[in-house]
Protein backbone atom coordinates (compact mmCIF):
# COMPACT_ATOMS: atom_id res chain seq x y z
CA UNK A 1 0.00 0.00 0.00
CA UNK A 2 2.79 2.43 0.75
CA UNK A 3 4.95 1.61 -2.01
CA UNK A 4 1.85 2.26 -4.27
CA UNK A 5 2.12 5.68 -2.83
CA UNK A 6 4.64 6.33 -3.45
CA UNK A 7 5.00 5.10 -6.96
CA UNK A 8 2.67 7.10 -7.92
CA UNK A 9 4.62 10.51 -5.97
CA UNK A 10 7.57 9.68 -8.40
CA UNK A 11 5.48 9.32 -11.55
CA UNK A 12 3.41 12.77 -10.95
CA UNK A 13 7.07 14.44 -10.32
CA UNK A 14 8.62 13.15 -13.01
CA UNK A 15 5.76 13.82 -14.95
CA UNK A 16 5.47 17.35 -13.03
CA UNK A 17 8.93 17.92 -14.30
CA UNK A 18 8.90 16.41 -18.00
CA UNK A 19 5.86 19.52 -18.56
CA UNK A 20 8.16 22.30 -17.03
CA UNK A 21 11.07 20.90 -19.19
CA UNK A 22 8.85 21.26 -22.19
CA UNK A 23 7.75 24.15 -21.39
CA UNK A 24 10.75 25.89 -21.15
CA UNK A 25 11.90 23.97 -24.28
CA UNK A 26 9.33 25.86 -26.17
CA UNK A 27 9.99 28.83 -24.81
CA UNK A 28 13.70 28.11 -25.90
CA UNK A 29 12.23 27.62 -29.33
CA UNK A 30 10.86 31.00 -30.03
CA UNK A 31 13.81 33.17 -29.78
CA UNK A 32 13.05 36.15 -28.06
CA UNK A 33 15.06 39.94 -29.52
CA UNK A 34 17.14 40.40 -26.10
CA UNK A 35 18.07 36.62 -25.94
CA UNK A 36 19.49 35.27 -29.58
CA UNK A 37 21.55 32.65 -27.76
CA UNK A 38 20.52 30.01 -24.86
CA UNK A 39 21.44 27.06 -23.86
CA UNK A 40 18.97 24.48 -24.11
CA UNK A 41 18.04 23.02 -20.25
CA UNK A 42 18.89 19.17 -20.00
CA UNK A 43 15.69 16.98 -19.61
CA UNK A 44 15.67 15.31 -15.78
CA UNK A 45 15.79 12.15 -15.54
CA UNK A 46 16.07 11.57 -11.45
CA UNK A 47 19.25 10.14 -9.50
CA UNK A 48 20.52 8.11 -12.77
CA UNK A 49 23.85 7.46 -11.05
CA UNK A 50 22.32 6.61 -7.92
CA UNK A 51 19.86 3.97 -10.03
CA UNK A 52 22.77 3.06 -12.07
CA UNK A 53 24.95 2.03 -8.91
CA UNK A 54 21.79 -0.04 -8.01
CA UNK A 55 21.67 -2.12 -10.93
CA UNK A 56 25.22 -2.64 -10.85
CA UNK A 57 24.97 -3.87 -7.19
CA UNK A 58 21.90 -6.13 -7.93
CA UNK A 59 23.56 -7.66 -10.97
CA UNK A 60 26.76 -8.15 -9.18
CA UNK A 61 25.13 -9.95 -6.23
CA UNK A 62 23.01 -12.11 -8.90
CA UNK A 63 26.43 -12.75 -10.30
CA UNK A 64 28.28 -14.27 -6.93
CA UNK A 65 24.94 -16.00 -6.03
CA UNK A 66 25.46 -18.31 -9.82
CA UNK A 67 28.75 -18.54 -8.98
CA UNK A 68 28.47 -20.18 -5.65
CA UNK A 69 26.05 -22.34 -7.12
CA UNK A 70 28.24 -23.64 -9.71
CA UNK A 71 31.15 -24.04 -7.29
CA UNK A 72 32.69 -27.40 -7.68
CA UNK A 73 31.57 -29.75 -4.81
CA UNK A 74 34.37 -30.88 -2.63
CA UNK A 75 36.25 -34.41 -2.94
CA UNK A 76 35.19 -36.70 0.10
CA UNK A 77 37.99 -39.32 0.93
CA UNK A 78 36.56 -42.68 1.11
CA UNK A 79 38.52 -44.04 3.65
CA UNK A 80 40.41 -42.25 7.00
CA UNK A 81 44.45 -43.80 6.70
CA UNK A 82 45.79 -44.60 10.64
CA UNK A 83 48.95 -45.71 11.61
CA UNK A 84 49.90 -47.10 14.37
CA UNK A 85 53.76 -46.44 13.91
CA UNK A 86 56.40 -44.80 11.84
CA UNK A 87 56.78 -47.78 9.71
CA UNK A 88 53.45 -48.21 8.52
CA UNK A 89 53.45 -44.59 7.70
CA UNK A 90 56.30 -45.45 5.82
CA UNK A 91 55.54 -47.96 4.07
CA UNK A 92 52.17 -46.14 3.19
CA UNK A 93 54.02 -43.32 1.77
CA UNK A 94 56.70 -45.70 -0.53
CA UNK A 95 53.62 -47.39 -1.97
CA UNK A 96 51.82 -44.26 -2.72
CA UNK A 97 54.16 -41.90 -4.03
CA UNK A 98 54.32 -42.77 -7.65
CA UNK A 99 50.12 -42.98 -7.87
CA UNK A 100 50.11 -39.21 -9.22
CA UNK A 101 50.21 -37.47 -12.73
CA UNK A 102 53.51 -37.74 -14.31
CA UNK A 103 54.02 -33.54 -13.96
CA UNK A 104 52.95 -33.92 -10.19
CA UNK A 105 56.07 -36.25 -9.52
CA UNK A 106 59.38 -34.54 -8.63
CA UNK A 107 62.33 -34.71 -10.22
CA UNK A 108 63.81 -37.58 -8.27
CA UNK A 109 60.39 -39.90 -8.79
CA UNK A 110 61.01 -39.19 -12.61
CA UNK A 111 64.40 -40.46 -12.70
CA UNK A 112 63.55 -43.56 -10.57
CA UNK A 113 60.90 -44.18 -12.97
CA UNK A 114 62.86 -44.10 -16.19
CA UNK A 115 65.41 -46.27 -14.79
CA UNK A 116 62.38 -48.87 -13.96
CA UNK A 117 61.24 -48.07 -17.94
CA UNK A 118 64.73 -48.86 -19.27
CA UNK A 119 64.86 -52.26 -17.27
CA UNK A 120 61.87 -53.03 -18.49
CA UNK A 121 63.08 -52.63 -22.17
CA UNK A 122 66.19 -54.91 -21.75
CA UNK A 123 63.68 -57.58 -19.81
CA UNK A 124 61.20 -56.89 -23.19
CA UNK A 125 64.84 -57.47 -25.69
CA UNK A 126 63.78 -54.09 -26.85
CA UNK A 127 67.72 -52.81 -25.91
CA UNK A 128 70.67 -54.77 -24.98
CA UNK A 129 72.39 -54.44 -21.08
CA UNK A 130 75.71 -52.48 -22.65
CA UNK A 131 73.10 -49.92 -23.89
CA UNK A 132 71.37 -49.18 -20.65
CA UNK A 133 73.82 -46.72 -19.52
CA UNK A 134 73.15 -44.72 -22.67
CA UNK A 135 69.67 -45.10 -23.04
CA UNK A 136 69.03 -43.68 -19.38
CA UNK A 137 71.50 -40.44 -20.11
CA UNK A 138 69.72 -39.64 -23.13
CA UNK A 139 66.49 -40.01 -21.40
CA UNK A 140 67.72 -37.72 -18.20
CA UNK A 141 68.72 -35.36 -20.77
CA UNK A 142 65.92 -35.10 -21.90
CA UNK A 143 63.98 -34.90 -18.97
CA UNK A 144 66.00 -32.08 -18.08
CA UNK A 145 65.68 -30.31 -21.08
CA UNK A 146 61.20 -30.77 -20.47
CA UNK A 147 61.24 -33.19 -23.21
CA UNK A 148 59.48 -35.77 -21.03
CA UNK A 149 56.45 -33.21 -19.64
CA UNK A 150 53.49 -33.54 -22.12
CA UNK A 151 51.14 -36.41 -22.08
CA UNK A 152 51.74 -36.94 -25.48
CA UNK A 153 55.28 -37.12 -24.74
CA UNK A 154 55.39 -39.74 -22.45
CA UNK A 155 52.66 -42.49 -21.41
CA UNK A 156 52.15 -42.97 -17.40
CA UNK A 157 50.11 -45.01 -15.70
CA UNK A 158 49.27 -42.86 -12.36
CA UNK A 159 46.53 -45.70 -10.61
CA UNK A 160 49.05 -48.40 -11.21
CA UNK A 161 52.75 -45.86 -11.04
CA UNK A 162 54.51 -47.11 -14.30
CA UNK A 163 55.25 -45.95 -17.61
CA UNK A 164 53.67 -47.51 -20.38
CA UNK A 165 55.49 -46.31 -23.44
CA UNK A 166 57.59 -43.35 -24.61
CA UNK A 167 57.17 -42.42 -28.22
CA UNK A 168 60.00 -40.65 -28.64
CA UNK A 169 62.17 -43.68 -27.27
CA UNK A 170 60.86 -46.07 -29.91
CA UNK A 171 62.73 -43.67 -32.72
CA UNK A 172 66.03 -44.15 -30.78
CA UNK A 173 65.89 -47.27 -30.36
CA UNK A 174 65.60 -47.79 -34.27
Not at 74 to 98: A, C, G, M, R, Y
Not at 121 to 140: A, F, P, S, V
Request: with cysteine; charged share 35%.
Amino acid sequence: MLFETLKKDINTFNLEKSLENSKKTLELEIPSENENCKKPVKEYRGNQHDLDTYLNTINYMEYVKNNRKNVRKTQVIPQENTFNDISSLQTHFEKNQFNRKWSRLDRFLKKIKLDEFITKQITENNITIDKKKYYHDILIRMLDNKKLNKKSEIIYDENNGYIINIPIFKSLIS
